[in-house]
């Protein structure tokens, strides 16, 4: 059965339904950046999958055991013991949220000029390896257009291999974003990642995955390998193939804060451990309160159920079967968070340039009061594959009708997308210029 919600309320919330005449208000004081907009003034909130999730009663119950003592909390050890279980690595250092670890990684392997090579980096990495004067470079999978290829957060294999071999000196270390979050949240193949792997190791380069959305991997490895294992069993196998894990426990810890750094190795744990105490806090809690740990311990196990990953993984497809099925022109096949419309496909007549990604955020909001993301021109620059606008599904949030609604906000847009006008950027801070920019609508002919 695809559209049957397995979770039944127990707690509401009432969604705020304004005019358009409101919207558009709100829209021209925001800057035209949904980032700026309140939520509730938001109807389905798509912007991101991370820290919106729902929690569960047992999570809830289990928060109420909070332990905050400063060290060797009881909360901690139930934290320790589920993460390592979750990720098979012996050492594990808690911090506040996923760019928390970015940074302590970027600290302790990057220095000015570096290589940071990734089958595709998302904004935060991507953001703090600039920061520190590093160049992240994105090497995706060159199946990336081929809607049958069902792997295609892949690496490639035969760049990393060229750019292994002739810019050796410069690469500081390889990333695997897992799931891979910018191109469609789409999955990385277990044998690709250890390809991958095996190579970085020839040229004796750390191996970091980022693994915020391994079980959602696991899930549609699963599904697309047909393999008899488990999922934690599945997750286990990836991981074993990498120096340092690192995970934003906001997706796949099914939480709102929160991450943590494991790996099996001594040496690189003193270093981690130092630099997170420095900025994160110590060990046994690094950033968390008890409550936050408590909730991670118990959503790190809830993710491994079976049930739980397949209505997340039929919700993603009812939405991009829907927008498939009215010409939408989406990312397929459909990853394991969220759909990703090809703006530029969608609507022809406004340039990446001119962020056609945005213009179609700002409408989507204007007629429906859906709040999305443009992953394009507008976050990534000039580094920018393609541009796309992710419709990020919160985890047990949204009902089948909600992703419904979506749908029918789309086949307005499509009716009338031949009025759309780009944007331009006003203002933004040079780093993270989609969280901070100021737009304004692009005059006709203009
Ligand atoms: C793939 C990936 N890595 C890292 C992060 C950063 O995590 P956080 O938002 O917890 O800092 C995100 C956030 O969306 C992500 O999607």
New binding site residues.
Partial sequence: MKSFDIYKYKVVEKINILSIEEREKILEKAGYNLFNISSKNVTIDLL?D?GTNAISDLQLSMMMLFDESYAGSSSFERFLESAQNFCNKKYIIPVH???AA?KIIADIFCKEGNYVLSNTH?D??FAIYRYKGAIPINIPTPEIDDDSFCFKGNIDLSRLEYLLTNECNRISHVVM?ITN?ALGGQPVDIENLKQAYLLVKRYDKPFII?G?RIAENAMLYKKAKNVNLNIREIIHSYTSYCDIFYM?T??DGIAHMG?FLATDEEKWVSKIRQLAIIFEGFPSYGGLSGKDMEIIARGLNEVLSEDYLNDRINQVSFLGSLLHKEGIPVIKPFGGHAIFVDAQKFIEHITPDDLVGQSLVVELYRLGGIRAVEVGNLMYGKDAIKNLVRLAIPRRVYTYSHLEYVCEIFKEIKNNKKNLTGFEVVSSDPLVPHFTAVLRPKKVGG
């Fill in positions: 991101t991370s949220q996923g760019r970015e998302f935060t990495g974003t979050n980022d915020c934003s906001k997706k991450g």
